[in-house]
């Protein structure tokens, strides 16, 4: 058992504190956190607008939904990065980060667009025409009475998606971006050890997760709450 901790603890050493590694998981962790987020707003923008093309009673913008829902879901999210980041924004230059957030925004937003939609579809009719009724445009009904009550029904929905674009995010390494998932590689790579690297960049990912997933449950309580009053 000694030597079994010995071992652990010469990995460790030898994994984040020899040369400062630890920075590398560090400046990961920033790089993870800020794609992730702009890829979120990102995708509740586009996933609320594709939301509404499919609702539309306008049949050009119900093909456009459908089409951008069924290329974004049918193929691999490292595809469409790879294209967004090496084809579509090959000239421009912007930070490699927002390109990547971009292409996680994109993918993130049609499986947005398919919860929202759900979300409002659930909402009875009667809804709506209660608030025709009292003199509000299609467009004042579904932000003023439509909207808030759909977004409580699909918040836990929309958690859960917002989960995944998180661990989604480790495939930024493709285009050059040093996140955790790479930094563990990069250690991995540096060091020659397996174990620690890999263990370490498990860990912290799931610390994140486990922060965000507590932050959002205190948010849906508070819905829950309001739902009660």
Known sequence: MEVWFEMVAEQFTRSFIEENRYMLLVRGIGVTIRVALLAVLIGLVIGFLIALCNLSKRKPLRIIG??????????????????????IFAQVRWAKWIIAAIAFGINSGAYVSEIIRAGILSIDKGQTEAGRSLGLTSAQTMISIVLPQAIKNIFPTLCNEFIVLIKETAIVGYVG???????????????????????????????????????LKKVEDALRKSDIR
Not at 71 to 80: A, D, H, K, L
Not at 179 to 197: C, E, V, W, Y
Request: charged residues 10%; without cysteine; positive net charge.
């Open 177 to 215: 971006l040093m996140d955790i998932q790479k930094a563990g590689d990069f250690i991995k790579s540096a060091t020659f050890l397996a174990f620690m690297p890999l263990f370490g960049t498990a860990v912290i990912y799931y610390v994140l997760i486990k922060i965000l997933t507590l932050a």
């Open 66 to 87: 459908g089409i951008y829902t069924d290329i974004i879901r049918g193929t691999p999210s490292v595809t469409q990065l790879m294209i967004i980041y090496f084809v």
